[in-house]
Nanobody, 124 residues
């Protein structure tokens, strides 16, 4: 059974930083594309960032303007998302995704497995 557990969310002020972590366990190849997605109330889940199997290639939503950084530690089966200069519009539930099946790393349909999510709330 594949399990993804996200941690690191919380309530912060605009301009603050947070680092999310996602630990993957079970019968899955963690050395594969993985991604972070988010879903705000009343909106569709959207791709935030994705990393190639060994983290040497990364992909980001255009709207993030370089504020977020994704990284992987395959030895620890962990995916990270460093979020800097947070804005109220970044408030959402953040989900980790694995089990990549293509074709696009920032599309929800490209992943088989999802975590339960971690809430990020940014106040102005």
């Amino acid at each position: 059974q594949v399990q993804l557990v996200e941690t690191g969310g919380g309530s912060v002020q605009a301009g603050d930083s947070l680092t999310l972590s996602c630990v993957v366990s079970g019968a899955i190849d963690s050395t594969d594309y993985m991604g972070w997605f988010r879903q705000a109330p009343g909106k569709e889940r959207e791709g935030v960032a994705a990393a190639s199997p060994y983290g040497d290639s990364t992909y980001y939503a255009d709207s993030l303007k370089g504020r977020f950084t994704i990284s992987k530690d395959n030895a620890k089966n962990t995916l990270y998302l460093q979020m800097n200069n947070l804005e109220p519009d970044d408030s959402a539930i953040y989900y980790c995704a694995a089990g990549y099946r293509g074709p696009h790393a920032l599309r929800t349909s490209s992943y088989r497995y999802w975590g339960q999510g971690t809430q990020v709330t940014v106040s102005s």
